[in-house]
């Protein structure tokens, strides 16, 4: 079954030992009950993070898709594989592109020179 962004940053803030299994329960409940909060408003309204992190995840979160998609976007990952890494990176908390590498889905070259890109035109198109 594939996760929602919620239930991705959440099992990344608690891959990261940020939030409790439990907070992340009530903070899913509660977006159940308001689905025109996202689960970090909600978490970060009860107190059960900071800013600093929700930005620092929201920023690592955003960097990881779009390495994930380039390397769609270049042939070198299909998105099955890209699935299945984000699944692990979400229960390790592991960078995204060394999970790809470690799984053999593809090279460290092709992850290098998409992150190259990455930064050289600032995460966009």
Not at 31 to 47: H, T
Not at 66 to 73: E, P, S, T, V
Not at 93 to 116: D, K, P, T, W, Y
């Amino acid at each position: 079954m594939r996760k929602n962004l919620s239930d991705r940053l959440g099992a990344l803030l608690v891959s990261h030992n940020i939030i409790t299994e439990e907070q992340l329960t009530v903070a899913l409940e509660e977006q159940r009950q308001k689905p025109y909060l996202r689960v970090g408003e909600i978490l970060f309204g009860r107190g059960f993070i900071n800013f600093a992190q929700l930005e620092e995840l929201l920023e690592q979160q955003y960097t990881d898709m779009r390495l994930g998609q380039l390397l769609i976007r270049k042939g070198h990952l299909t998105a099955e594989q890209l699935e299945i890494a984000m699944q692990e990176h979400e229960e390790t908390g592991m960078l995204l592109g060394h999970l790809i590498v470690r799984l053999g889905f593809c090279s460290h070259e092709n992850i290098q020179a998409v992150l190259a890109e990455q930064r050289r035109y600032g995460y966009q198109d």
